[in-house]
């Protein structure tokens, strides 16, 4: 098949070079010239991993390729998916649909044969109609432009495998739909044919079902989060309390891991965002549950600056203090709404000197907050500290020897945010340890 994708960036790169990888003949399309011209020469302009390989693959086998031109990108197929990024509203909870709109906006007057729409951006649910009406009012095709919704379901650093091998297919139409049912079928072939499964609904459903997935996912991680203040304070351990909850099938010990909480561009955006569609819609009370959700996931990065005002004292002003992680989570550069960051933040803010090191995020942490110190070698990075963070778990911090770092510190103490360092090794080599959800 023929297709394009509409918004280049973590979502839309990914999925254009997995369909091209299920070998279909792809166009992306991006306003962003210069991410264009990245995307052109086989690299992703952000890190992903496995991406970079697709991309150049199927460039250099004519599979693939990107441009700016919305004109081109209607010529050039009947299958138009929509990834652009739907952020939230500065001061709100809600969904930032400009970019989305935009692109409808710009697509429709291009489309003057039957075509598909199918939109893979996180919205509110409502949304679809919306997308209708605009090319019902722009499109020469008028009616024969029909909507899909295709939600994604993404981890970042795990992307493309969820792509192509996805846990399910969620395509949603407006009722009538066998043409655009036919078409989505067709395109997703491979995979249906491996036994996912494909759940055909309205378009509301789909609309509500990323958000909801995540909502319940920040949901999880929120409750073994609130659990591990309980075990701090009753001297329990979360870690173990998670495996004996994990083990029961109705709850599962996979996304339930204690630490210090969940951030990234997904979860707490759907999460604010499907607490203010619920609002909208007069479903405040249901939601009450996520506000909790939400609480709780604050806390545990101010759970981290009492620890280590606890370890240094309440004043921290002259306190030099190094963070392992920038990332928001492990195998990505991505550092949007980072608890590392923020807590390394707000440490700087109370007068320490904060130094990060991090495998892939440096250069994205410094742009954003260059008042703060790096060194890309962790090992540097500990160099006369007063105290230790580990805030995002790379696989290359749990593998440092802990005794080749006590004696280059001021003071051997560490904070394992994220409980994956082996506490008993790092106790022997002389570090006073300190774990959320453990004594």
Request: hydrophobic share 40%.
């Amino acid at each position: 098949m023929k297709m394009t994708v509409i918004g280049c960036g973590y979502l839309g790169a990914t999925h254009a070079a997995c369909m091209a990888e299920l070998g279909h003949e792809v166009l992306g399309m991006d306003s962003d010239i210069d991410k264009v011209h990245t995307l052109n020469t086989g690299k992703a302009p952000f890190f992903e991993r496995d991406l970079d390989d697709l991309l150049t693959k199927h460039i250099e086998d004519g599979r693939l390729r990107f441009t700016g031109s919305y004109q081109e990108a209607a010529a050039f197929a009947d299958l138009h998916f929509i990834g652009v990024g739907t952020p939230q509203q500065p001061g709100t909870g809600a969904y930032d649909l400009t970019h989305l709109f935009d692109a409808v906006t710009k697509l429709a007057p291009c489309l003057t044969r039957p075509a598909v729409v199918a939109v893979k951006s996180t919205v509110p649910v409502g949304t679809a109609p919306l997308v209708a009406e605009l090319l019902r009012e722009h499109a020469p095709a008028g009616s024969d432009a029909d909507v899909a919704w295709n939600p994604e379901f993404l981890r970042e650093s795990f992307a493309v495998e969820d792509t192509l091998r996805p846990d399910r297919l969620v395509l949603g139409f407006d009722g009538k739909h066998s043409w655009a049912e036919a078409l989505l079928r067709q395109c997703y072939a491979k995979i249906i044919e491996a036994g996912v499964p494909t759940i055909v609904t309205d378009w509301a459903t789909a609309e509500l079902a990323k958000g909801a997935a995540n909502s319940f996912l920040a949901t999880k991680i929120s409750f073994i989060n609130a659990m591990a203040e309980v075990c701090e304070k009753s001297g329990a351990n979360v870690a173990e309390l998670a495996d004996i909850l994990g083990h029961d099938i109705r709850i599962g010990r996979r996304g339930m891991r204690p630490g210090l909480g969940f951030g990234g561009g997904c979860l707490p955006k759907d999460l604010a965002g499907f607490i203010t569609r619920a609002d909208e819609l007069g479903a405040d009370e249901a939601a009450g549950i996520l506000r909790e959700a939400a609480a709780v996931n604050a806390r545990r990065r101010q759970r981290v600056i009492d620890i280590a005002r606890e370890e240094l004292g309440t004043d921290l002003r002259g306190k030099r203090i190094t963070v392992w992680g920038a990332a928001f989570k492990p195998e990505t550069d991505d550092i949007r709404d980072s608890p590392a960051l923020a807590v390394a933040q707000a440490l700087h803010d109370l007068g320490a000197t904060v130094t990060i090191t991090d495998p892939k995020a440096l250069d994205n942490a410094r742009k954003l907050h260059p008042e703060l110190d790096y060194v890309e070698d962790p090992i540097a990075a500990v160099e006369d500290a007063d105290l230790l963070l580990h805030l995002t778990e790379w696989h290359q911090f749990t593998h440092i020897d802990p005794k080749r770092l006590a004696t280059r510190t001021n003071s051997p103490k560490v904070v394992d945010a994220r409980g994956t360092l082996n506490t008993d090794q790092w106790r022997e080599a002389g570090w006073i340890t300190r774990t959320l959800g453990r004594v």
